[in-house]
């Protein structure tokens, strides 16, 4: 391969990297689209000259935006060959491309993408899986008009499980979201079967074991005064099934578990089976606390 081909191809004007690199049909389509521009009547005086260097982004960045992964895994996919730019395979770290350059991944091409942040309340019944084999309902299906992007569930909820899921195509936030180092605290309702005592709550808040670890909520206390079978539980840990497993760990069955809050996103105003877009607040929010 030609690192130095690809490097100067990189460096060349927009307008010569569409005429050379896209195919005819794209390039075709592209060109009864643009428009002329006059920076000197759309600028201020003072303002610079816009770069088309601006639209220069890394490699790992823009498979982030695609939603491909995270950008420290797409390095990765970047250092053992998986990606190529423009026809050629690329290894180089750090390497730029811009919106005209044809990037695959694997073999097929992707595209940047706006990032979206869907947040769904799960009813019962739907399993959370982008596909199911058997044909089973899943949340894709729940949330297949909120935008023409590709969205992927962050962590997941069971099957009979209810409450607040977030999808995106952010790579980085999702990676982040669901990763145990940034302690992202989900809250739940839980019904039991039978009465919780406060030894028994006291258990797991110090710890029950489990095959795969040791299971440690940050908090759990009762929700309403009189009845010791429902509980509000808080935790951070992503690890499947984990807060059924921690209770049927120490002789209970849940009866009910609802999701009422995630990453400090709640479900009010959020009707069962309902979908809306996050703000940008909070968006803002959930990248700068979590």
């Known amino acids: ?11 060349k004007s927009k307008r010569k990297l569409l005429k050379s690199k896209l195919n005819p049909t794209i390039h075709s389509k592209l060109k009864k689209k643009a428009k002329y521009i006059d920076f000197k009547d759309k600028l201020k005086k003072g303002d610079p000259l816009p770069s ?16 491909i992964c995270s950008r420290r895994e797409a390095d990765v996919l970047i250092k053992t060959g998986l990606v190529s730019v423009n026809g050629e395979q690329v290894f180089k770290m750090g390497l730029k491309v811009c919106p005209s350059d ?3 991944y694997d073999g097929q091409q992707i595209n940047p993408e706006k990032k979206r942040y869907v947040l769904l309340n799960k009813p019962k019944g739907f399993i959370t899986t982008m596909d199911d084999p058997f044909g089973r309902k899943t949340v894709m299906g729940l949330v297949k008009k909120a935008c023409k992007e590709r969205i992927y569930p962050v962590g ?4 009979e499980t209810t ?5 995106t195509n ?10 145990p180092r940034h302690k992202s605290r989900k809250l739940y309702y839980v019904e039991l079967n039978k009465k919780v005592s406060k030894e028994d709550i006291k258990k797991l808040l110090t710890g029950v074991k489990l095959e795969d670890g040791t299971s440690f909520f940050d908090d759990a206390e009762y929700v309403k005064d009189g009845d010791c079978r429902q509980l509000g539980v808080e935790l951070h840990s992503g690890k499947n099934r984990i807060v059924r497993r921690t209770f049927e760990a120490i002789g209970f069955n849940v009866v009910k ?5 995630f990453a400090g996103l709640t479900k009010k105003d959020l009707p069962r089976g309902m979908y809306r877009h996050l703000t940008e607040k909070e968006v803002a929010f959930l990248k700068m606390k979590n």
Not at 1 to 11: E, Q, Y
Not at 52 to 67: E, P, Q, T
Not at 156 to 159: H, I, K, P, V
Not at 257 to 261: E, I, P
């Open 1 to 11: 391969m030609n690192r130095k081909k690809i490097s100067n191809n990189l460096k």
């Open 52 to 67: 088309f260097n601006d639209k220069f982004i890394r490699l790992n960045k823009y498979l982030s935006n695609a939603g």
């Open 102 to 104: 044809i990037v695959k």
């Open 156 to 159: 997941r909820l069971d099957r």
């Open 163 to 167: 409450g607040l899921l977030l999808f």
């Open 170 to 179: 952010d790579g980085d936030l999702a990676k982040k979201l669901t990763h």
């Open 257 to 261: 578990l609802d999701r009422v809050k």
